[in-house]
T-cell receptor, first 112, second 115 residues
């Protein structure tokens, strides 16, 4: 079975403070991990994926296979980062594609 | 089009009614997924199409749920004899390719409320 756990439903930080959104997963194979973000009144969209090892909007995430984690980090939070963040795992096959399994999400609020 | 389009945005149905939810994916996208998102939860997989072929329907919660994509473009998710537990946001997503890292493009969803 594959599972994604986001332990914090709500997270508030002050502008300029570091932020870390936690994500843990369970999957028996080699996972691909993603972070999706949903800003207020907008659609769900891809933020970053671990295979690209990229930094998007100042966010980074490192896959730690030993700890089965894929935490999302940003050193200095901005008010426009306030949104719902979902961690997702691509694992189980659907034909030649892969299903995404999502965590339950963390609502980040960056306070002025 | 500019993105994945879903209609209607909101649907209220009385228990027992049938509903049909439409998804227009981005033109040329091969893969199409349907997800169900209950309040306070992340999206949960329902079914997957590669072009017109429904390759995985393992996430459909019951035989009241049916999805089709007859010409490999527009898709319809139909729910028969709706129940209160069917109340959720139904998300459609498409991707250009089939590969596991091909990013998904989501629609705005249809919020279904069953009264």
């Amino acid at each position: 079975a594959q599972r994604v756990t986001q332990p914090e439903k709500l997270l508030s930080v002050f502008k300029g403070a570091p932020v870390e959104l936690k994500c843990n997963y369970s999957y028996s194979g080699s996972p691909e991990l993603f972070w999706y973000v949903q800003y207020s009144r907008q659609r769900l969209q891809l933020l970053l994926r671990h295979i690209s090892r990229e930094s998007i909007k100042g966010f980074t995430a490192d896959l730690n296979k030993g700890e089965t984690s894929f935490h999302l980090k940003k050193p200095f939070a901005q008010e426009e980062d306030s949104a719902m963040y979902y961690c997702a795992l691509s694992g189980r096959a659907s034909g030649s594609a892969r299903q995404l399994t999502f965590g339950s999400g963390t609502q980040l609020t960056v306070l002025p | 089009g500019a993105g994945v389009s879903q209609s209607p945005r909101y649907k209220v149905a009385k228990r027992g009614q049938d509903v049909a939810l439409r998804c227009d994916p981005i033109s040329g996208h091969v893969s199409l997924f349907w997800y169900q998102q209950a309040l306070g939860q992340g999206p949960e997989f329902l079914t997957y199409f590669q072009n017109e072929a429904q390759l995985d329907k393992s996430g459909l919660p019951s035989d009241r749920f049916f999805a089709e994509r007859p010409e490999g473009s527009v898709s319809t998710l139909k729910i028969q004899r709706t129940q209160q537990e069917d109340s959720a946001v139904y998300l459609c997503a498409s991707s250009l390719e089939v590969g596991r890292n091909s990013p998904l493009h989501f629609g705005n969803g249809t919020r279904l409320t069953v009264t």
